[in-house]
Nanobody, 127 residues
């Protein structure tokens, strides 16, 4: 079992930055692909970014949704068992609840590929 707890959300002005954290417990995250997703009111949960498990083929490869590419950066600190999502140049369309997730092997855009989910953290961008 892996427990995931997100933090770092909040209210930010358009053009600003936030860094989300996802602290894991129970298992080491290096064994898992880690993903970030978000869900805006009235919309489906969507893929944001993912990174392959450190022990997988193409370990450490990162993947991003086109909507955040160049603005968001995912990173993983295996020593702290934590993944981060650095978000820059935020705009109102980035307002959502952000979730981290842990899955097997290779990072995926598919929600079904992830076995464990955090409770989410709210990000609100004011225009």
């Amino acid at each position: 079992q892996v427990q995931l707890v997100e933090s770092g959300g909040g209210l930010v002005q358009a053009g600003g930055s936030l860094r989300l954290s996802c602290a894991a417990s129970g298992r080491t995250i290096s064994s898992y692909a880690m993903g970030w997703f978000r869900q805006a009111p009235g919309k489906e949960r969507e893929f944001i970014a993912a990174i392959n498990a450190a022990i997988s083929w193409r370990a450490g490869n990162e993947y991003y949704a086109d909507s955040v590419k160049g603005r968001f950066t995912l990173s993983r600190d295996n020593a702290k068992n934590t993944v981060y999502l650095q978000m820059n140049s935020l705009n109102a369309e980035d307002t959502a609840v952000y979730y981290c997730a842990a899955g097997r092997g290779v990072g995926s855009r598919d929600l079904a590929a992830y076995d464990y989910w955090g409770q989410g953290t709210q990000v609100t961008v004011s225009s």
